[in-house]
């Protein structure tokens, strides 16, 4: 819980939340064939104001246990789409198929540990991706000239393979921990089939791509990092490498809300230097509410972090200054439901206090 609170607290600092009239929000199903009838599940998020934004497509990682996938939702990446957003993007954050509540059949399997292919599985992330593109076009707030392409380890890898086969107006791919097939700290499946997969996007993918690695990330550390960039830059790939300084206790978990101060003066760079960002950050305000008297100093940091939390989130507390907290869930009936559980296990007497950005019952 404390590290929890003290990554929501870091992510206040740095304004990345928004409040309903500085963003614009919407649930979105995307239409593809293959994904069955309510299509991929993705959320969208743009400034407010009239005018045709970059699309910026963010893309998700692969938790290592298969059954973890389905818990995952849009509003886990709400802080990196606030980032993106308040540069100008439409940040479009898209759940493949088998991950949240995107129908169709998990497409990513890459065979068996000791032969991989990689290179398949990232193409079918890439279908993903190409089709939550083609949903976008023709909207008239988006624009997919000048686009870009953000993933985090799974989804890095998901966007360069979508490089090696660019859609009309990809402009650039941005890939924090890229890579597939990690089953345990340091330990990857068929490395020499995962620099291969790099090695046969490259010979394709010509857009500007940068790469970013911790120096302690346990799913795909350094050396390995300079191995799968060597391979696709050997091929023709366009790639800059960032091997970022250590964070936290896992350098994997560099492209998190904790981590905003790090990683985005990098993205900033490398979008100046592509040419493709028109504007400094707009700031955006966080929810002001009153800060509840009984809380303790556990109490008052968790409600701190609660403010800077994700949509859809509730905050819930008893008399005597028991708490608990959840956001970034589905629906904020869930995060009400949620809440109230976690807080009943400390008092009995607990009710909703907050509820996204306004207090309970008001």
């Known amino acids: 819980m404390r590290r929890s609170i003290a990554a929501f607290c870091m992510a206040l600092l740095v304004a990345t939340q928004a409040c309903a009239e500085s963003l614009h929000r919407e649930e979105l199903r995307l239409p593809m064939a293959v994904a069955g009838l309510r299509g991929l599940e993705a959320m969208l998020l743009r400034p407010a104001g009239p005018g045709r934004y970059p699309l910026a497509v963010l893309t998700h990682g692969a938790p290592r246990k298969p059954a973890d996938r389905a818990a995952m939702s849009p509003y886990r990446a709400y802080p990196h789409a606030a980032e993106f957003a ?26 068996p540990c000791g032969r991989r292919n990689y290179w ?7 279908l993903d991706l190409r089709a939550a593109i083609a949903a976008m076009v023709g909207r008239p707030d ?9 993933g985090v380890s799974a989804g890095g890898f998901a966007g360069l393979a979508l490089a090696a086969t660019p859609p009309p107006g990809l402009a650039a791919v941005i890939s924090f921990a ?6 345990a700290d340091n330990d990857v499946c068929d490395e020499e089939a995962l620099i291969d997969a790099f ?25 390995l990092a300079r191995r799968m960039h060597a391979a696709f830059t050997a091929s023709g790939g366009r790639a800059e490498l960032i091997e970022a300084p250590a964070f936290g206790s896992d350098g994997h978990k560099l492209y998190s809300a904790a981590g905003i101060p790090i990683w985005t003066p990098m993205v900033d760079k490398f979008l100046r230097a592509h040419h493709l960002v028109s504007r400094e950050p707009i700031a955006l305000p966080v929810a002001d509410l009153p800060l509840p008297p009984q809380l303790s100093a556990a109490g008052r940091a968790g409600f701190t972090a609660y403010l ?3 949509p859809h989130k509730a905050f819930a507390m008893s008399p005597t200054g028991a708490f608990a907290f959840r956001s970034a869930q ?25 509820v996204d950005d306004g207090l309970a019952n008001r």
């Open 120 to 126: 398949a599985g990232g193409n079918a992330s890439a």
């Open 86 to 111: 308040r540069r100008g993007f439409a940040a479009l954050v898209v759940m493949r198929r088998g991950y949240g509540a995107s129908d169709g059949t998990f497409a990513e399997g890459a065979g």
């Open 178 to 183: 890229g890579g597939r097939g990690s089953r």
């Open 308 to 310: 800077a939390g994700s």
């Open 199 to 223: 090695a046969t996007y490259g010979k394709t993918a010509r857009v500007p791509t940068l790469w970013v690695y911790a120096a302690n990330d346990k799913y795909f550390g350094p050396e």
């Open 142 to 150: 988006v624009s997919t000239e000048g686009m870009i392409v953000v």
């Open 330 to 354: 589905r629906s904020t009936a869930t995060a009400e439901a949620e809440a109230l559980k976690a807080c009943g296990q400390h008092a009995p007497d607990c009710a909703l206090y907050a």
